[in-house]
């Protein structure tokens, strides 16, 4: 009697909690399912029912094509570029535990996870100045060209991937501190022993030790990646006459449809293949997980 008191409590006093994360979280997303059936154009009450043509129309929109294309490289570059880093700074870090600077390592890392984003953006956007940014002063001084930074696509989305990894290094990098001081100093003694170096332990046993790490650092940062916004408005504004026009996003495109071009449905159409995409990305990465853990 007493056991089924505390389950109903239990539930009651979480009760709210859900219906709270169930309105912030779930009804929007369940509403932008339904929208993405209807043509809507924000400002009529008219909601004519197109079933799947938004979604035929996408694949047919250069534009949004061009929009994926940009985000997928931008978050699978991220994703390149920050877990090897976190990782190999993770364990340089954790090597250095007994340093009195080691709190000041971490800090210092973690700093860019917790900036706020714009006027980040805005200091690198002057770094990558073609003209007055620090960065090709630095380049021409040691004999090199100036770099079109920003004005180039192919140059646009590398600076785009740079600061995306710049962002989300400190979080993938306290993550993996963590996974390193949890890790069996056993097995380490045991490899010293065997006469293993360094980079060998590291290479055939942190890395293998560090996979559920691992998981979780891709998983989040291919959502942060395949969100990007405002790196790209921020960087590209005013390199064309109009913001964001040099690398398209999908957050971009989505917003300029829904809040410039009236097309809400076709907007939360992009939204729900979003969606797709990171829930699709997700299960593979912890399918590929498993099946490595199987054998």
């Known amino acids: 009697m007493l056991r089924r008191k505390r389950f109903w409590f239990a539930i009651i006093a979480i009760l709210p909690t859900f219906a709270i994360f169930g309105w912030v979280r779930m009804f929007p997303i369940i ?15 008219n909601k004519p029912f197109v079933g799947f043509d ?3 129309e996408l694949f047919g929109d250069d534009q949004f094509l061009d929009a994926l294309t940009n985000t997928a490289v931008i978050a699978f570059g991220a994703m390149a570029v920050t877990i090897p880093a976190s990782m190999v700074l993770a364990a340089v870090i ?5 340093s009195r600077f080691a709190g000041f390592y971490e800090t210092a890392v973690f700093i860019p996870h917790v900036v706020s984003l714009v006027p980040a953006a805005m200091a690198w956007k002057w770094i990558f100045d073609a003209k007055l940014g620090p960065l090709n002063a ?26 995306v990894s710049w962002q989300t290094l400190g979080y993938g990098v306290l993550i993996y501190l963590v996974g390193f001081r949890n890790l069996p100093k056993s097995v380490y003694e045991a490899a010293q022993l065997d006469g293993a170096s360094g980079l060998q332990s590291f290479i ?5 030790l560090l996979k559920p790490i691992t998981l979780y650092v891709s998983v989040v940062t291919l959502i942060s990646g395949f969100n990007v916004y405002t790196q790209a408005y921020v960087l590209a504004s005013d390199t064309q006459g109009a913001p964001g026009r040099q690398v398209r996003v999908l957050v971009l495109d989505m917003l300029e449809n829904s809040f410039q071009n009236f097309r809400v449905g ?25 099946q490595k853990g199987d054998r």
Request: contains cysteine.
């Open 266 to 290: 076709y907007a939360a159409a992009e939204a729900v293949i979003l969606l797709s995409i990171v829930l699709l990305l997700t299960a593979i990465q912890f399918g590929l997980l498993r």
């Open 138 to 163: 630095a380049i021409v001084a040691m004999g090199g060209t100036a770099q079109p930074w920003l004005f180039d696509p192919v140059l646009s989305v590398v600076c785009i991937i740079f600061l």
């Open 54 to 56: 938004n979604f035929i």
């Open 204 to 208: 055939y046993m942190s890395v293998p």
């Open 94 to 98: 954790y090597h250095r535990t007994k």
């Open 31 to 45: 509403e932008t399912l339904r929208l993405s059936m209807f043509q809507w154009n924000l400002l009529s009450k």
